[in-house]
């Protein structure tokens, strides 16, 4: 018997996330988009995720789950993509959320050709209940040359994955692996948009559970990343001189203020922006 080969392969590596693990599939389950299979990878989780995901085998048939020793989240996502059978490969981390129309909004994107990578805006959310609407700049060569603009949950055709290489495994270990990845795409002149609709829900956890969190104060590891970006992509050493960076930097502060402006008067609760630059531009133009 043949299988039947989904649209959309959403691939999720599990470690140690057995309180988030339902509410996640749980978001995938309730996707308006039907035409998908989820891929679990147990990356040698020692807690009880290995049961939620038997649960969740016999209950779906388009769900399937594969055990290993645990090898770092990088080779856990390529071993998921190599065993997917859809045209689009989607990445999700275990603890995070898909609003209800996600994947239909990414899928849209990039049937419809409006780009080859295809990126949600992002709603941060707390163990406290409260949310944060992220305000990433455009996922422009420019800017990601110089940072990061978009979250790893984004869609893409598998076929990009198998002509420039997945995830690396060997250079980027403890973070910013996606990143790598995104600038392959970029090098070879892949175009990234961002759904301007809050369709992803990203958790937000204190530094004893996130490794994101512990790499981000590792100063050593992220520089040591960049110059590996620098020396392995044309677009990032252009786009990383002073005046880029500079011009960008004003252009980026400005855009978000006037955004920030609008959110306010939409929902001043749910609006929330931090940094010190930031607040001296609120600060500045109180009256406005």
């Not at 989780?45 to 995901?53: T, V, Y």
């Not at 892949?190 to 512990?214: C, G, H, P, Q, W």
């Amino acid at each position: 018997m043949s299988q039947v080969h989904p649209l959309v392969s959403i691939i999720v590596p599990v470690y140690n996330t057995e309180a988030y693990l339902r509410e996640c599939l749980d978001s995938v389950y309730s996707q308006t988009f039907k035409d998908f299979e989820i891929i679990c990878v147990n990356d040698g989780s020692p807690d009880n995720s290995i049961n939620i995901l038997n649960e969740y085998k016999q209950k779906f048939t388009n769900f399937r789950y594969f055990n290993q020793s645990n090898q770092g989240l990088s080779t856990t996502r390529n071993n998921g993509i190599k065993q997917a059978l859809g045209k689009y490969i989607l990445p999700l981390d275990s603890d995070d959320i898909l609003e209800k129309n996600c994947v239909k909004r990414l899928v849209d994107a990039l049937e419809t050709g409006v780009c080859d990578i295809a990126t949600p805006e992002v709603v941060n959310f707390y163990s406290d209940g409260h949310l944060y609407h992220c305000l990433f700049p455009a996922p422009t060569p420019c800017n990601m040359a110089q940072a990061n603009c978009i979250v790893c949950t984004s869609l893409f055709p598998k076929k990009f994955f198998e002509l420039y290489g997945g995830y690396d495994t060997i250079n980027f270990k403890v973070g910013e692996e996606d990143y790598d990845l995104w600038c392959r795409f970029i090098e070879n002149n892949k175009t990234i948009t961002r759904i301007k609709s809050a369709i992803f829900f990203y958790r937000v956890k204190d530094i004893n559970e996130s490794m994101r969190l512990k790499f981000k104060d590792n100063y050593e590891i992220r520089n040591r990343y960049k110059e590996i970006r620098r020396n392995r992509y044309s677009f990032v050493r252009k786009y990383s001189s002073f005046r880029y960076v500079l011009y960008k930097r004003i252009v980026r502060y400005t855009k978000r203020y006037f955004k920030y402006i609008y959110q306010c008067r939409l929902d001043p609760k749910a609006c929330k922006y931090e940094g010190f630059l930031f607040s001296k531009i609120k600060l500045f133009t109180r009256y406005f």
